[in-house]
């Protein structure tokens, strides 16, 4: 529920007769969560003929029940189990954190997103194609109000041709992705060489060269 | 008019969504991943990769009607905006139908995640 939810949440629910908790939510029937939990709790609702009758505040009800029954199962649970429980719920966190922003993919008219994790990973691969570059990091920001993304790119890249030269390469193969593949708007990409790529090896003996050193 | 279950929504948004070409998965949302991940039981493999987990509906925020959040993992191949439009008009369409068969059409605004594009042979 609350999780999920970045929106805000309506200052006046319609049927707030106490304080609200904080982040309460209001069901589509008008009733807050927390008096609906509550009245479940107190075994109330056989009292009120609107939960009985309520799919929303049925369905809430059972939602949370769920919850409950988890939570109430899981302090009987002994150490070790609660640390690989802490490990999963980590690695889950951990999971939704790399995911990164989500950036405006370029609808104006709709509301479509695209997270930064999975955008990256195309502008890297674009950025890799280019011979004597590989991309070392990727990161994407929305730019003003609209649907303009900014990349910002470190690189490494080898020194057998000038750097600009390279770098123009990688900018245009970037923007060229970003259109093709994902369909983001991108208005610039920043590129810092950070690093020194090694020349490719030379072709192993017995294969062809091509004409000599 | 019928009382719109929010339940029945996810599943015909989710069925919508992966109907879309291009579609490799719905991404489950966090709090569905941590419930399940707290499940006493740890057997709950199918409610874990029920596809009404990548998806969240529930009353608009800031006006009325209904607000559909997809977060769908993408199959590569195809341009992620050109899906991404096509998972919001097919959902926006299903659900706007289900909700004109039950005599209780109201606005629908529907949301658009993309979380992934699955590459080779780790599509979801």
Known sequence: MALDDPHPRPPDPPEADGRPFEGDEVLPCGRLLSRVWEQECDALPATDPHTVSCPYCREAVEGLATVNAATRALRAEHAPRLHALADRVMNIVRAEVRLGRLLPLADPDRDLRIAESAAAKVLRRAADTVPGARAAGCRLAPEGEGTDVRVTMTLAAALDRPLPDRVHQVRRSVLHSAGQDLGLAVTAVDITVVDVLEPEPPPGPGLPTGGGA | ?124
């Open chain 2, 1 to 124: 008019m019928t009382a719109v279950r929010p339940a029945t929504l996810l599943g015909i948004a989710a069925e919508a969504a992966l109907a879309v070409p291009g579609v490799a998965g719905l991404h489950p949302r966090l709090s569905r991943r941590l419930a399940a991940a707290a499940s006493p039981t740890r057997t709950d493999v199918a409610h874990r990769a029920s596809p009404e987990a990548g998806i969240r509906a529930g009353r608009a925020p800031d006006r009325p009607g209904w607000h559909i959040e997809v977060r769908c993992v993408l199959a590569e191949g195809r341009r992620a905006l050109d899906v991404a439009r096509n998972v919001h008009d097919r959902v926006g369409a299903a659900v706007l139908s289900h909700l004109a068969a039950l005599d209780a059409v109201e606005p629908v605004t529907v949301e658009v995640a993309v979380t992934r594009i699955a590459t080779g042979q780790d599509v979801a």
